[in-house]
Each structure stands twice: as C-alpha cells, then as structure tokens.
C-alpha cells in the first residue's frame, strides 16, 4: 500500500496531505512569534521608558526591506503560477527572483545590525534592543531557512517535474505558503519595532 | 498456510521489492521510515529514560528519609562534587529533582504514551500503510534522540545537571550553572521533535483513515491522540521562545527574565535590568499546563480500548467521550495560571483562572465516569492490561479530586508548594498514566512482535506496583495539609511544623525502593518475551479495532490489502452476532451499515 | 485552467499594489502626533489588512472553502485550526498583560546602576 493524497485530494477533505501539513505547521509558528510579541508587550508595558522605534532604528532601511520582503512574496506566488500554467522557465525566473530578493533583505539586515553594534547597541544594552534582535534575528533565521528550501526547489528538487509535475507544484505551493508566512510575520514584525 | 497467510507472505516481500530490495541494517533498524520501528524506537528510549528518572528519584528518597546518611552501594561511586563520601549535597539534590522531573515528563512520558503507542498503534487502527510523512517520522524520532543524549550528558559536566527545578523558574535559573544551558537546548531539540510528531498525528488521521471510518468511529484511543497533537502542536512555540530568551539572557546577558536591581553572590547583576521573573512563569506555565494533559490524554485512550476489549461490551457514551477530550483540550489553553496563584495576581485574574479551571474539571469528570459506567454490565476479564486499567480508574479518581483544593485559589494559599502538590500530580501521571502506558504495553506488546508477554509476571508485576505506588504517594497528602514544603533537601527536618510527619518520609522511602524492585519483573517479563514469549495469531485479545486484523507483527505497509471500515469501533456483543465481538473491518453482518465515504 | 490562473494572477497584481501603497501608509501615518494607544491601534489595523491580503490571495486562504458538506470537516479544517490558533494566539497577547495590571501591590524595582540609558524622546 502506498501513501494516498500526496498527489490527488482527498474527497472529503479536499486536501492534500502536505497543504493540511504546511498550515498546521504555520499555526504553530503563529504561537512562536505571538508569545515573542507577547513579550513584547509584557516587557513594553513593565518598562518605566521605551524609546521609540525611529529613535533607535533606521525607519527608510526597514520600510525598503519591507517592500523588498513583500516583493519576494509576489515573485513567489508568481513562480506558483507559472507552474500552474506549465510553465517552468517562468517558476525559475520567478523563484530566482524570490532568492534573490530574500538575500537582499538580509543584507540590508546585516547592515543594520552592523551599525547598531558600532553605536554600541547590542541586546544586552536594554530589553528594547534584546526583544529587537531576538524578534527580528528569528525572523531572519526563518528566512534562511526558507532560503534553503527554495534554492533547493529551484536547483536539485526541481527534477520532479519531469517525473511528477502536480506533486512538484504541490510542494511549491507548501513553499510559498511558508514562504508568505516569512512575510506576514514582517508585516507586523516592522511598525511595532520600527515605528511605534 | 493458508490462502490469506501466503498473500500476507507475498504483501511483505512485494512490498520491500517495492521499496528497493534488502535495505540494509541502517536503513531497516535505526533510520527507518516506518512508524512501527519508529514507534518501539519511541517506546524503548522512554521505558530507558522512566527508568534513569526512577532511579534518580529513588536516589532522593533515601536522603530524604535519612538526611546526612551515606547512600549504600551507589554512594561511593557518585564522587566528591555530587555525594562526599557517599553523603548527598544539596546541590546534587536540586539537580536530582530537577532533573527527575524533566526526564520524566518530556524523556519518559511522552516519549512512550505519545511517540510510542501513538506511532506504532494509530496508523493501524485507521487502516493506513503509514504516517502521512515518514521521513518527517523519523527525523522527528532523531531530533528526539539527541535531546535525550543532550539532558544526560548535563550530569557530567562541571557544576552537574539543571537544578533549578524541572520548571526552570527566573531568576533562579539564569544564574545556575552550565546545566542549564543543556537543559535549555536538549528542550529546544525536544519541542523541534515533538513539534514535527504532531503535525504528521493530525494529518495522519484526518487524511489516510480507511474508507468507512469516518471520525464517530474512531477508536477512542485515536480522539486522544489527535486532540494530544493539537496540544503539542499549538502549546509547545511558546516554551520554545521562552527558551530562546532565557538561553539568551544565560549566554547573552539579556535581560527578559531579569528585574531590575538584582544582586547574586554580593554583586549587582551586570545586565540592563528590565525584565520580568512573570513573563518566564506566563510563558512556562502556558505549555506546561496544556502539557499534563499531553500526560494523560493517551492514557485515557488506552484505557477506553482495553475497557471495551475487556468487559466485551462497547464504552459506554462515546459521542459524551469524544466532545468532552475536544472541550477538554481548548479549556486547557486557558486554566495555566492556576501555577501562580501566589505570585501576586488581582482577583480577577485569580477568579478567572480560577474558574476556567473548576470547568475543566468537568469534561475530565464526565470522562472518568463514562470509563467507570462502562464496566456496569460487562463480562469482566482480567487479564493483566485489565488489572492495569482498572487500577487506573480510581487513581485517576484521587488524582483529579485532589487538584480541586488547588485549583481554587483560597485553599491553594495553603497548599501550593507542599507536598500535597506533588501527591496530586503523581496520583495522576504515575498510579494513573504510567499504569495505564503499562497496560497498554501487556495489550499490543503482541501485535508489535507476534508473542505475549508471560501473565504471571504481569501480575505479579501490577500487584507489587499497585501496593508500592500507594505506599508512596498516599501518605505526601499527609505531609502537604500540614504545610511540608516541596523541593526541601533535608525532607523537611529543619522546621518544626513537620516534625510529626517526618517519620512517613521512611515509609514513602520503603514504598519507592519495593516499587523499584517489581519493575524487575516487568523488564525481565518483556525482553524475555520477545524470544520466548507464547506465540499469537492476528487477534489473541479477540478485539474489534482494525489493528487486530493486520498480522503480529504487521509487515512493511502493515495490510495486504487496505481495510475498509464496517461498523463503529466497539461491537461487542452485538445481539445476533455469532461472535462477542464484530470485527471493525468485517464486513456482510447484519449490522452492518453500509460504507459511508 | 489556464483562465483560471490568468485571473489569478490579474488578483497577484493588484494585491501587490495594494500592499505597497498600504506599506507607504504605514511609514507615513507612524509621523502623525498621537496617542500611543491610539497609534499603536492604528498601526495594527494597517498590518491585518495587510496581512488579510496576503492570507486570502496569496495564501488562498479565501480558496479553501471547496464544494464539500462542511459535516466531513473539508472546509473547516484549516480555517477551524487557523481559527482556534488566532484565539489561542490572543490569549497569550492579553492575558499576561491583563495579569500584569490586576495585581496586588505594586512590583518593586530598583534602576540599576550598570545599564546604559536609552535615549527617548521627550513626546513618548
């Protein structure tokens, strides 16, 4: 007997087992980052003073990274859609792209944490600071890994398509799933560190 | 053979063709993808580490029977840091109970009721061929295992193991020694693990149930582990992230736990200050509640089937059962705070918690009734899973009465941090889970190798155990009313109010060791039975749930051909039938409904 | 098939547009001179629209209701588990913080003497 509905859906559930996989997956990482913003808000709450993020921070370097993000999130979904319509020198441009943009983020990250270490700010010099790295260097950790996954996909991985083109599209989609998560996490992640 | 026997025969060589020939030692043994080498992996690594946590515990009974006296025969060989000459120091102490608990809990327990019984016995008892992700099953088993390796290697290294109790509370724990920081990272690969287990429980179960069994005829033993998955799934992230914060504020001089105007060994704490010993407790206590219903959760599913199978008869209110685990688990993501009744709290956080904790009282009442009224009427057989589920009822009983007192905040006043605590949780995890993970072990030890463990030795096994284990947690109820303090290295001889109930230290002592000694049984009782045990056919239980109708044990891919379910999971006795019991899977009975997709 | 995800992708770009002009709103309204609470609800109310849009079409969240009688728990699964996760996740949010405001007495702190100030402004 083999394993059932990794390609097709079942009927009744109308699911694949990677897609009911990678959301469930998804919600334990919602509870990893909400009890970090959790903390956040003890910790905010409980301090006599808290600076305000555009004091510390580089508010245009977060918002450029912010778009940045956002974009590798559309090249994604992108990349999902060629492949949906057959289409696999459009996946690779697109998850190329992805990549790419992902790997700009970080730079731009490291730039930032370079330049808060040079002033002297790491995350032993206030709980600011400690809950800013913390919560943006997971994130960043996530996006490593999300980085790996996708180059995977787009380099050795991508052989599935010539065996099995729906299981191949299957995982992508598992891919940008998380990968859009990676994003969603920013998108919150950015004004409450950056701006409020 | 016969006809079904030879397509059995030829199911398992077709289907180790079908997965590349001969795969070799490594590839079949240790880095398997089938859930059911994974799940013994699971189990025996547990029944490993229950052991280890036993004997550390087993350790502190003696010095707290007889404080200062030199531990016979292990005490030489403990060494000058832990027990000069043989005599324990307090340090070693801490990091016992520490350490007892941790293992116990997240090495033993869980280890065993979730990644044993759940792995090995799920699949087959919805029809499938494996886990939805078997490469993700066995990572999850090899990230387990270097948690585990982490945890014990904390011992040997300089200043020992975690000794800030198994509940690692700030500050406390930010100051402790190198331990902790294992402590701290063997958890992290621990929840990586189980986080990876869970995923693959739910997805398993609602995507390769056989056709014909829909979700009201799951084996209740299934419900548990399902609803255990979402609490693993949805409680651990947050424990993870303390995890984080606190192995940053030990490595990193971070201040998330750490207030403000600290002073520690004569000197200002050198860090930013800010921080809060609460937020620790918050986030701790928001896993660890939901985590002792991870404990007993699979505990009650295996109870559930070995009643059924043992009364012949089906669990009575099953449609009650099931819509009681599921409010039990949500309402236990929202009782934790009961932990830190004493840390300060208003009364309305203290009310509130109060009382989301006196209605979670309800669906584990409603439970442990539905299991008691299934025995009216039964034709009771008691075969040694039975003893063991039986037991567990009434201890379960006094388990869940006694938190009633601490989970209302007035009386806890009272009783947190004694000994009644530590009575009431163990009434729970050890005469209640680990009696039932021992029945559990005596009923599908067959299926997994095809042979029964020796009766006799099971019963000896159950009687010695039952016996000790109330020897020693029964009288804690004693020490605890009258204000014994938990966690106290001289078992409470320095304060005058406990005077009167020192001498019942002795007698928990006594009860430990006995206790100790009949697991002899039971660890001679299985290896032997592996070799030697009486051989069984498919269904030596004469069982009605689908695990039964796969061979003992089940080749690669478990059935020749998928089962397809019939009927709910509890048909014995059906009226008419010429059996007592109807198979699930058995299909042209007259009671049969038609197949439902 | 191949409409399908022409549509699809028609929604991509639109979405796409949205969440930048939505990402240039946030920057621009965190400049406005108000209340913390105020801001900070503000601010949120921008990052779940944003992140609705991201959840929807990029994500198809909107997509998984497919024709199956909600008994066999086809649509509810992950929306159900999405649902319960996002109560569980507010849970952690708020309670912490509502147990830090109902306390008894008040939570004893000494500046220490070793951290270095961090800098705020006057406004905050």
Redesign the interface.
């Known amino acids: 007997m083999d394993i059932p509905y990794i390609v097709d859906e079942r009927p009744d559930t109308g699911l694949t087992n990677v897609k009911l996989g990678i959301w469930l997956f998804l919600a334990s990482e919602v509870m990893l980052f909400g009890a970090l913003f959790s903390s956040y808000v003890l910790l905010r709450l409980m301090a006599p003073d808290w600076p305000v993020g555009a004091e510390v921070l580089n508010v245009p370097m977060g918002t450029f990274n912010t778009a940045v993000l956002i974009g590798s999130s559309v090249t994604m979904v992108f990349a999902y859609a060629s492949l949906q319509m057959d289409n696999l020198a459009g996946f690779k441009k697109f998850m190329g792209a992805t990549i790419g943009l992902s790997l700009l983020f970080m730079v731009v990250k490291g730039f930032e944490y370079n330049h808060e270490f040079e002033i002297g700010n790491f995350p032993w010099t206030s709980t600011y600071l400690a809950i800013y790295f913390t919560m943006t260097g997971l994130h960043a950790l996530h996006i490593i890994g999300g980085v790996i996954v996708n180059a995977y996909f787009l380099g050795p991985g991508s052989k599935m398509w010539e065996t099995n083109k729906t299981q191949f599209t299957n995982r992508i989609e598992a891919a940008g799933l998380y990968w859009h998560f990676v994003d969603l996490v920013w998108i919150f992640l950015f004004p409450v560190l950056y701006l409020l | 053979m016969t006809t079904t026997e030879e397509a059995v025969q030829e199911a398992a060589e077709h289907g180790h063709e079908e997965h590349g020939h001969d795969e070799g030692f490594w590839r079949t043994y240790v880095f398997s993808v089938d859930h059911k080498v994974i799940g013994i992996q699971y189990a025996v690594t547990g029944l490993l580490f229950l052991l280890f946590g036993f004997t550390l515990m087993m350790l502190m009974r003696w010095q707290i029977a007889y404080p200062g006296e030199p531990i016979p025969l292990i005490g030489q060989w403990l060494g000058d840091e832990r027990a000069p000459g043989g005599i324990m120091l307090p340090e070693f102490y801490n990091q016992l109970g520490a350490m007892h608990g941790t293992i116990m809990v997240f090495l033993g327990v869980v280890p065993l009721a979730v990644g044993g019984f759940g792995n090995f016995v799920l699949p087959l008892q919805i029809g499938?061929?494996?886990m939805?992700?078997?490469k993700l099953n066995m990572a999850s088993y090899w990230t387990f295992f270097p948690g585990g390796v982490i945890m014990f290697a904390s011992f040997f290294v300089p200043g020992g193991a975690a000794n800030s109790g198994w509940t690692s509370y700030a500050p406390l724990s930010v100051f402790a020694t190198t331990g902790q920081t294992m402590w701290l990272v063997g958890m992290v690969f621990l929840i990586t693990s189980s986080?990876l287990g869970?995923?693959?429980f739910?997805?398993t179960t609602?995507?390769?149930r056989a056709p014909g069994l829909s979700?009201m005829r799951l084996p209740f033993f299934v419900w548990a582990q399902l609803v255990t998955a979402?609490l693993l799934?949805?409680?651990?992230?947050?424990l993870?992230?303390?995890g984080?914060?606190q192995l940053?504020d030990r490595v990193?001089?971070?201040?998330?736990f750490m207030?403000?105007?600290?002073v520690y060994a004569d000197a200002?704490?050198?860090?930013?200050?800010?921080?809060?010993v609460?937020?620790w407790q918050?986030?701790f206590w928001?896993l660890a509640h939901p985590e002792v219903y991870v404990l007993i959760l699979p505990a009650l599913g295996i109870v559930a089937d070995i009643v059924a199978n043992n009364t012949r008869k089906p669990i009575w209110g099953y449609r009650v059962l099931v819509a009681s685990v599921i409010f039990l688990g949500?309402m236990s993501?929202?009782v934790w705070?009961h932990h830190?009744f004493l840390t300060?709290?208003?009364?309305?956080?203290s009310s509130f918690f109060q009382t989301t904790t006196m209605i979670i009282s309800i669906p584990s009442v409603v439970i442990l009734s539905a299991l008691f009224l299934s025995l009216y009427g039964g034709s009771i057989r008691y075969t040694t899973p039975m003893l063991f589920a039986l037991a567990f009822l009434p201890m379960f009983g006094i388990g869940g009465l006694t938190g009633l007192p601490l989970g209302l905040s007035a009386p806890d006043i009272h009783l947190h941090d004694t000994y009644y605590v530590i009575g009431h949780f163990h009434y729970v995890v050890a005469p209640g889970t680990l009696m039932a993970l021992f029945g559990g072990i005596y009923y599908w030890f067959p299926k997994a190798t095809g042979r029964k463990m020796n009766d006799m030795l099971g019963k000896i096994h159950f009687w010695g155990s039952f016996i000790a284990i109330n020897v020693v947690f029964m009288p804690m109820f004693i020490q605890g009313l009258s204000g014994m303090n938990r966690r106290m290295y001289d078992g409470g001889a320095q304060y005058v109010m406990n005077q009167d109930v020192l001498y019942l230290n002795e007698v928990i002592g006594m009860g430990a060791w006995t206790l100790g000694f009949f697991q002899l049984f039971f660890i001679y009782n299985f290896f032997n039975s592996i070799k030697n045990g009486e051989k069984v056919g498919n269904n030596p239980w004469n069982a009605t749930t689908l695990e039964w109708e796969a061979p003992s044990p089940p080749p690669h891919?478990?059935?020749a051909t998928?089962p397809v379910a019939y009927r709910g999971p509890y048909e014995y006795s059906v009226p008419g039938a010429e059996k007592d019991f109807v198979m699930q899977g058995e299909p042209d009975q007259p009671a049969a409904e038609p197949a439902k997709? | 098939m191949s409409d399908h995800v022409q549509h699809h992708i028609a929604v991509y770009k639109k979405v796409a547009a949205s969440l930048a002009v939505l990402t240039v709103l946030t920057v621009a309204v965190s400049y406005l001179d108000v209340s913390v609470p105020l801001a900070v609800t503000i601010a949120l109310i921008i990052a779940a629209t944003k992140g609705s849009l991201v959840l929807s079409f990029f994500m198809h969240l909107l997509e998984e209701k497919k024709p199956v009688p909600l008994s066999r728990g086809g649509i509810g699964l992950i929306i159900g588990s999405l649902l319960v996760t996002a109560l569980f996740f507010l849970v952690i949010i708020f309670i912490p913080l509502m147990g830090h405001s109902d306390k008894i007495g008040t939570y004893f702190s000494l500046p220490n003497a070793n951290a270095p100030t961090v800098e705020t402004p006057a406004a905050h």
């Open positions: 499938a061929p494996d939805a992700f078997p986080l869970s995923v693959n739910i997805v609602v995507q390769l979700f979402f799934l949805l409680a651990f992230p947050p993870e992230a303390a984080v914060l940053m990193a001089g971070t201040s998330f207030p403000s105007g600290l200002p704490w050198d860090a930013s200050g800010g921080g809060s609460l937020l918050h986030l928001f949500f993501f929202i705070a830190m300060g709290m208003g009364t309305t956080m891919g478990n059935f998928p997709v």
